[in-house]
């Protein structure tokens, strides 16, 4: 089974008040983005799921969150 050289999925998020989606950028053959949606349900999304929680990432910050960094 051939390995891939480099990872193909570079970042993964969420947008505030969407349920059931997660947004992330895959890399192409030629080292061009692609911005793609799991949604719940299928096997990737509960994977990304996964590594966001195993992050800490819980979400899109909130406004009252991005103002008491200031």
Known sequence: MPKLPQPIIEVAWRHAGEVGKIHYRAKRA??????LIARQGEALYELLEQHLAAIGYAGPRTAAEEGSEH
Request: no cysteine; charged share 35%; aromatic share 0%.
């Open 30 to 35: 030629d080292g061009s983005p692609r911005h």
